[in-house]
């Protein structure tokens, strides 16, 4: 989702922004998130793992800690971003064996077929070209490694008490990263962009989130500090831009919040992608 934890690619714009408060939602998305999204990836010692826009290494620290003894790469387009990342891997899973690279996804300083996996979590969503990008990322990838690949789709934000106004406020998000050349919607298009970019036996399975009163801890973590706050981080993008005026934004947030009551629900979906790189070697 917008949610966006990667930025490991050409530097395109990245719609939220790169402020210490962004960085504290990431970390705190990618815990509540954790056992949703990760559940059943796991690599093998010794294993050679690619992380693509790992940011600020929210993601990182699942990944070592389900994968002790595999070598994860870690790679962004942002020095800031890859401080912040070494400094909370050290942190959260001290002694974990992970190298961290400043690369472009689309001019990776690797040798053909030099790993045995990928993981690419909230990166193709900033892409003018995610195909594009799934093509260049097989040239790293051996024949037979895999991919894994997550995002979300903000047209499957659904919530009660209903709102237009909140709906046109996440429809005002989905417009602006569209402007930046992204896809807040590409959750749903992860099938046949794994095929087309030439990978084989592509599973996807789409990971819920549901949160209401009964789950209050959901209900802070989720829906208040991930994705209202996200959709409320755009306001002065939204108004700049003029595609929402102060009161319709304010409106818009104020009735997400309400979502968020005791007698409010929320419902989110991710999808997350397992593909396997074919043994021919010819890309598509």
């Known amino acids: 989702m ?7 690619m050409t530097a395109v714009g990245y719609v939220h922004g790169y402020s210490d408060q962004e960085a504290r939602r990431l970390g705190d998305q990618a815990d509540v998130l954790a056992e949703s999204l990760h559940t059943g990836t796991a690599y093998p010692p010794g294993s050679r793992v690619l992380e693509v826009g790992c940011g600020v290494g929210a993601q990182t620290v699942r990944l070592a800690a389900n994968s002790p003894g595999a070598r994860l790469v870690a790679v962004d387009v942002s020095e800031t971003s890859l401080a912040q990342a070494r400094a909370r891997v050290a942190a959260e899973v001290p002694g974990a ?10 001019d990776l300083p690797f040798p053909d077929a030099a790993f045995d996996h990928l993981f690419v979590c909230f990166v193709l969503e ?12 097989r040239r790293v990838l051996r024949p037979g490694g895999t991919v894994t690949v997550i995002e979300g789709d903000h047209g499957s ?3 009660h008490p209903h709102s237009a106004y909140a709906h046109a406020a996440i429809g005002v998000l989905n417009r602006l990263q569209a402007d930046a050349g992204g896809n807040a919607l590409i959750g749903r298009e992860l099938q046949p962009l794994l095929t087309h970019a030439g990978f084989h036996d592509v599973t996807v399975r789409p990971r819920t989130v549901y949160a209401d009163g009964t789950r209050p801890d959901l209900v802070e973590a989720f829906t208040r500090n991930t994705f209202i706050a996200m959709v409320a981080s755009v306001r002065e993008d939204a108004l700049a831009a003029g595609v929402s005026t102060a009161a319709d934004w304010d409106r818009g947030i104020a009735d997400l919040h309400r979502t968020a009551a005791t007698d409010g629900t929320f419902h989110y979906t991710f999808f997350k992608a397992v593909a396997v790189n074919p043994p021919s070697p010819q890309l598509s």
Not at 2 to 8: A, I, K, P, R, V
Not at 127 to 133: E, N, Y
């Open 157 to 159: 934000a659904f919530f």
């Open 2 to 8: 917008s949610m966006g934890e990667g930025h490991g």
């Open 97 to 106: 064996d992970v190298a961290w690279h400043r690369a472009d996804l689309f």
């Open 126 to 137: 900033h892409l003018p070209d995610p195909r594009k990008a799934l093509i260049a990322l």
